[in-house]
């Protein structure tokens, strides 16, 4: 899992240096590295972070979402222009601290779930007494799941994104009815609003 930048890291975390040639100088191998190499420290959890060697800056978001633009061109895209066009349109919302911590929400309960099912897999895998052709069937069907959870994730997120803009229209319009009834100085109420300009034309 990646370190957040800007949060002081312990021993633990592995320090990773990007210069202005753009390459990456891993710290704790002495070596520079590639994308696919931090890709593969994902897949694997290790704590790590990246930070402009001149200036110490954190820059781990900017490379994760480099290495999510790269998979995202290379195989089959897990965010449809749809579910793009509505997560751009909550930056600068006021509901876009809460939209974070709902997905971050939603995507660890996701991936417990796709544990538990590995996990399932292994145990059925593992304690039966099946022939041969059972275990590759197995093997099969875990080679599949990759793909599978991918789409699977995609409708999920999709989901989550329009239930919580649903959300999100439903506090718009119970604050619009909550101050229904009061007046301003200098605004009309909305139907005063509508009624004057009928009038003015």
């Keep these: 899992m990646a370190a957040i930048p800007g949060e002081k890291t312990d021993a633990q975390t592995r320090l990773i ?86 997905l971050e929400k939603n995507l660890r309960a996701f991936q417990e779930l796709q544990k538990s099912l590995q996990e399932q897999s292994q145990r059925m895998m593992a304690g039966g007494e099946g022939s041969r052709a059972a275990q590759e069937l197995w093997a099969q069907f875990l080679n599949l799941q990759g793909p599978a959870m991918q789409s699977l994730m995609q409708a999920y997120l999709e989901q989550s994104q329009k239930m919580f803009a649903q959300f999100q229209e439903q506090m718009q319009a119970q604050a619009r009815n909550m101050f229904a009834g009061f007046t301003f100085p200098g605004f009309a109420p909305p139907q005063q609003q509508n009624k004057a300009e009928g009038d003015a034309k």
């Excluded at 793009?84 to 909550?90: A, E, G």
């Design 17 to 102: 240096k990007k210069y202005p040639n753009r390459r990456l100088y891993d710290t704790k191998t002495s070596s520079y590295i590639t994308l696919a190499d931090v890709k593969q420290m994902v897949l694997r959890q290790e704590d790590f972070q990246v930070v402009d060697a001149r200036t110490g800056e954190g820059l781990t978001r900017q490379i994760l979402l480099q290495i999510i633009l790269e998979e995202e061109q290379a195989g089959k895209p897990l965010f449809s222009s749809d579910l793009l066009s509505q997560l751009i349109r909550f930056y600068g919302n006021a509901m876009q601290g809460f939209l974070g911590a709902y």
